[in-house]
């Protein structure tokens, strides 16, 4: 595989071109201009991803990584550090929320072991890439080294590769790690230019003294390592998380690949706001879902330039926003590919519109 | 049948006991408390709604109700009136924005010739309970006799119960009717106690002077009869149209039958407004779906006390956003059926929490 700097040279623009032709088929369908709000953007920014090739959705897939957190030490969460290895099982049986909503969509599961306390062993159907059992407390001292940051990324990058050749064509990310709340909203107060006070949640439910035990683990670790926001392998390693950095990965995988990857809360956020600070092209590769209840992610919308497409108050993670998302992308590539025109409809145009009532 | 009067009458209170049954069953699935947000409150909803039997989705149909307007001869509409029944034949063929979305969440989709201009004949697929061709125009005399109101309301609640008996358990209406946004409107004025040119829209997209035509043509209308919000009958027959009356009467009847409806945009949403002008406890049985681009629309999402589901800049009616929630409904559901609890997948609950922890 190339490095994570030759890959990042490799992104190139989307087709504003495609997105533009895109448009003037639609404008030619049965429907009022630009009626169809929304999905017609959504159409727009498929075919510039997509390029030349026909905008359609064919296989989807929504990997879910899992790590642990050093950080749980300063008692930032409201369930015991073992519920990450739990609910690896739980995603492995069938019984989680994403399971449910990802056979709703029709959407594959994946999932990836970046980074957990638990030894899995050889068990089947989990993606083996463990970096380490967890990272280290980032309030002590950096969550990972250099080269686990990178591993994390490059992880993250492989299996974007190995999801499109497998004909995935619409990804999406989502995670599951008790703790991770916490470097990811380090990471937003980092990009966003912003004080934890300010943008902190409570994750899973954390209560008032939990919350200011989270504050606190953030303020302290921003202050003893001062993350540059200009070196994202650094931050990542001082302040971030094995998924996130696998999340990163990922994003950049599939944009460098053409494929569109969905973002869901505020975990993915902040692994998408790494990636874009890794190379900014990625940001018009990416779709934003849903709105978190986590105040955090609006760093994300702001640094994406996107708004989310609703705003459920979902606060679980695990990628179920993404996977929710994926519906209304292929509903809206549907109603491109099968809709009806004016023409062929034989359908009447605007009143005193030359152009459609004229028209051979 | 019994008399609409009747009907009304034996339209029950939804249960809260069974919504908040419910709620206690997703408390103790594998999740934070809540952490689904709406999709928990769709689900309590739906429980209320469904009482004693079990909260699901086997069958869905969008009911798309076509009907022609008087008004028109004001130059309210972008679109020649012909477009209406060109539209119908559209649907028929399937390949209209409805269609394309039905089919991607498995929903069937009826159309309704309510009181269009056009002569059908016999075709096929479309069921012909046409009323009148078209309505009279509102701005000169009452759009419809009183006859005629009752008509389109027994004409909804008797296709609603023919859903109903057919197994459909998740139903949503939409509507095609060039000039239909104009009755809609002043349907909204009387009920929200607003002046047309606050709340106007384009419609299918009517230019600047189309916008002075449309709000003088209610402002007209409005004058001239001076509805009584308390007799929405008669409001109906002055300033509505068929597919308003009717839809009205399949909200009804679906409440009647305990069977959710989901109501699209501005028109449905006039629909919903005077169903529940007819029984206030007609708003527990609605699901508001998406936010119209069209202002009026939120008198509907006040009197229902809903907030709608998403915002995607959507104005093209038809159903388009009501099949588009059937999705989040459905997903909805699905996790309640089907996902684990922290009981049967061994989970750990929250720190410090003896329910969770000690219990057997």
């Known amino acids: 595989m190339l490095s994570l700097e030759e890959i990042l ?16 088929r639609m404008d ?26 026909p905008v359609r959705v064919r296989k989807k897939s929504v990997y879910v990584f899992a790590a642990d957190h050093g950080v749980v030490q300063e008692g930032v969460s409201a369930y015991p550090a073992e519920v990450t290895a739990q609910m690896v099982l739980n995603f492995l049986n069938g019984g ?46 950096t969550a990972m080294s250099i080269e686990q940051a990178r591993t994390s990324i490059q992880t993250g990058i492989e299996l974007a590769y190995e999801a499109v050749d497998a004909g995935y064509d619409l990804l999406a990310v989502g995670e599951m790690g008790i703790g991770n709340t916490t470097p990811a909203t380090a990471l937003m107060c980092v990009y966003g230019s912003v004080n934890p006070a300010d943008i902190i949640g409570r994750g ?71 990636a874009m600070q890794f190379q900014p092209l990625i940001r018009d590769y990416i779709f934003a879902s849903h709105r978190s209840c986590e105040v955090g992610h609006e760093t994300f919308f702001k640094l994406s330039g996107q708004t989310p497409l609703f705003d459920l108050d979902l606060r679980l993670g695990e990628g179920t926003g993404a996977v929710l998302a994926m519906q209304l992308i292929e509903g ?11 023409d062929s409809a034989g359908i009447s145009g605007k009143n005193q519109d030359p152009v459609k009532t004229d028209s051979p």
Do not use: W
């Not at 040279?9 to 003037?24: E, K, N, T």
């Not at 030619?28 to 090739?53: C, F, M, N, Y």
């Open 204 to 274: 899973t439910g954390v209560d008032d003294d939990g919350l200011k035990r989270k504050i606190n683990a953030i303020e302290t670790a921003l202050q003893l390592h001062k993350p540059k926001p200009d070196d994202p392998l650094n931050t990542l390693a001082q302040i971030g998380g094995f998924e996130i950095g696998a999340m990163a990965g990922f994003i950049i995988g599939s944009a460098e690949r053409r494929i569109p990857c969905i973002i869901d809360g505020l975990i993915s956020g902040a692994g998408a706001v790494l």
């Open 96 to 141: 989680a929320a994403i399971n449910c909503l990802a056979r709703h969509v029709g959407a594959d599961v994946k999932i990836v072991d970046i980074g957990t306390h638990h030894d899995f062993k050889n068990i089947e159907g989990l993606i083996h890439r463990k970096i380490a059992g967890g990272t280290q407390n980032m309030a002590r001292t």
């Open 9 to 24: 040279q490799q992104i190139q623009p989307v087709s504003l071109d495609s997105g533009v032709q895109a448009q003037a």
């Open 332 to 342: 809206a590539v549907k109603i491109y590919n099968e809709m009806a025109t004016f």
């Open 28 to 53: 030619s369908q049965t429907k009022p201009p630009a009626s169809l709000g929304r999905l017609e953007e959504i159409v727009r920014r498929l075919s510039a991803i997509h390029g030349d090739k």
